[in-house]
Nanobody
Framework: VQLQASGGGLVQAGGSLRLSCAAS????????VGWFRQAPGKERDFVAA????????HYADSVKGRFTISRDNAKNTVYLQMISLKPEDTAVYYC????????????????WGQGTLVTVSS
């Protein structure tokens, strides 16, 4: 399984971006797909996750009400719609797939994409 994250870029505070995570390879049917982010000099943090079957979601408190995760099973793609962006949202965003859990723990995600950079200017 290969994951390809895209959609990052430079945006002003208050702006919006939509990230995409496209999966390819063998039949893609994970338990969940999540987004994580890593700011310069900081650890990788959980952002949001969605169950591949059923669509249950889980968000970090810092993004609730501003970010929305969704999926298109037919396209093997997960999206992260981000609105009201803040400078503190600046980070490299990674998508990952878990075969076991809808979790905020990065160790439970087996497959990782390469990351896409989001920069929010003040």
């Amino acid at each position: 399984v290969q994951l390809q994250a895209s959609g990052g870029g430079l945006v002003q505070a208050g702006g919006s971006l939509r990230l995409s995570c496209a999966a390819s390879g063998r039949t893609f049917s994970p338990y969940a797909v999540g987004w994580f982010r890593q700011a310069p000099g900081k650890e990788r943090d959980f952002v949001a996750a969605i169950r591949w079957s059923g669509g249950s979601t889980h968000y970090a408190d810092s993004v609730k009400g501003r970010f929305t995760i969704s999926r298109d099973n037919a396209k093997n793609t997960v999206y992260l719609q981000m609105i009201s962006l803040k400078p503190e949202d600046t980070a490299v965003y990674y998508c990952a797939a878990s075969e076991v859990s809808l979790s905020s723990l990065s160790g439970l995600y087996r497959y990782w994409g390469q990351g896409t950079l989001v920069t929010v200017s003040s």
